[in-house]
């Protein structure tokens, strides 16, 4: 050990009692918070310690996808890393039953301290978001704001940490969610790379093909139907009514007839390039990669059982009051729960899985095997 060094301890190492001093309020005196005061500053700060946490997985995983070569080698960690997040939001969502020990009166004791402060400007929160890779135009409204960001500045307007670190964030590109989006998009798909001659005809082919064995599945699925139950010709009717339209919803977003036109090839091959690794993740070079789609939709799903956590918890302790900040409470929140989607391809591909004796053959699979050497 070096001879200007001394011994490591425990609370110099975590700063104890640096932590243990930040509790204090807005007043600067915690003696004077009372129980529930403490524990709901407590909560929140460790919010944002698991955040702190999740940024950094988040940032991990997304510098491994934006290489244009990825290692094979690396996707285990990057499944490690996302599911470290998905697990970081089930232990957020899991600390607001302490959350919920504290009675409406106790909290109403001490809410007019809060305003107009609100759970919004948390800027780390904000980040993941960014990060992850919701577009602006998702965004609902918050109260009065006319943009997330003006709800980050300071007093009269003025620029503050909070502004500058999602500043900081919004240029530092690409997204997980674009650089995860581009890495698929090179998916070999029936032995053909993006961007080799030929390969818009086997995308396109797959395509077909998949959605051919759909149609023919459908037609089995509604003839055991009629054959095991009795129902009348209106209920036949629309029953092939809403398959059909289960077809026709499956082919425009396989074609990506909503897409413009200058996007729509590599928007096409990012939907079969998930589609053909979904239904042929048995295979050795297509294994990690579903493992890849499984733990976005695991980690996506538990930001947003979050978000509905947290708006229960709202509502159980304040009910559907205005918020601090002046947006609409629990409405505001459970409205995020809902749009905040951001893997909505990889979701999307679930809707369209089919058996797998109908999906279409694999064509050129010794290039999906196992490489010796």
């Known amino acids: 050990m070096p001879a200007d060094r001394r011994p490591t301890t425990y609370w110099d190492y975590i700063q104890v009692e640096q932590l243990l001093g930040l509790q204090a309020g807005r007043d600067g005196d915690e003696s004077a918070l009372s129980n529930d005061e403490v524990r709901f500053i407590v909560i929140h700060q460790v919010d944002e310690l698991w955040m702190k946490l999740v940024l950094r997985e988040l940032t991990s995983a997304r510098d491994l996808f934006r290489q244009e070569n990825v290692p094979e080698t690396a996707l285990a960690e990057a499944c490690a890393s996302l599911r470290r997040v998905a697990m970081t939001f089930e232990l957020m969502a899991d600390q607001f039953r ?7 009166r106790a909290y109403l004791e001490f809410r007019d301290k809060l305003s107009p402060a609100s759970g919004f400007q948390s800027a780390q ?4 978001e960014i990060l992850m890779g919701l577009e602006h135009d998702q965004r609902i409204a918050f109260g009065h704001e006319d943009s997330y960001l003006r709800a980050l500045r300071g007093p009269g307007g003025a620029s503050s ?12 590109r690409p997204s997980l969610k674009e650089a995860i989006y581009a890495w698929l998009i090179r998916t070999p798909i029936q032995g053909s790379r993006s961007g080799t001659p030929g390969d818009e ?5 797959f395509v077909e093909s ?5 149609a023919a599945g459908q037609e089995a699925r509604i003839a055991a139907v009629l054959a095991d139950q009795a129902i009348t010709e209106a209920d036949e009717t629309r029953l092939r009514e809403r398959y059909a339209a289960e077809l026709r919803s499956a082919r425009s977003y396989l074609t990506a007839e909503e897409i413009e036109e200058d996007e729509r090839r590599s928007r096409c091959r990012l939907r079969a390039a998930i589609l053909f690794i979904e239904s042929h993740r048995e295979l050795p070079l297509l294994s990690w990669p579903g493992e890849v789609l499984d733990a976005l939709i695991a980690c996506e799903q538990a930001s947003i059982v979050f978000r509905q956590r947290h708006a229960r918890m709202v ?7 205005v918020g601090t900040g002046g947006s609409d409470g629990v409405d505001y929140l459970d409205r995020t729960a809902l749009a905040y989607r951001v893997f909505r391809e990889i ?4 809707t369209l899985l089919l058996r797998s004796e109908l999906d279409p053959p694999v064509e050129h699979a010794d290039f999906y095997g196992l490489r010796s050497g």
């Open 210 to 214: 998949f959605l051919e064995r759909q």
């Open 125 to 128: 929160m904000r980040e993941i």
């Open 347 to 350: 979701w999307a591909a679930r």
């Open 161 to 172: 940490p909070a502004l500058e670190r999602v500043e900081r964030r919004l240029a530092d």
């Open 315 to 321: 509502e159980r302790v304040i009910g559907r009051r």
């Open 201 to 205: 005809e086997v995308v396109d082919r």
């Open 98 to 104: 302490l959350m919920e020990t504290m009675r409406t």
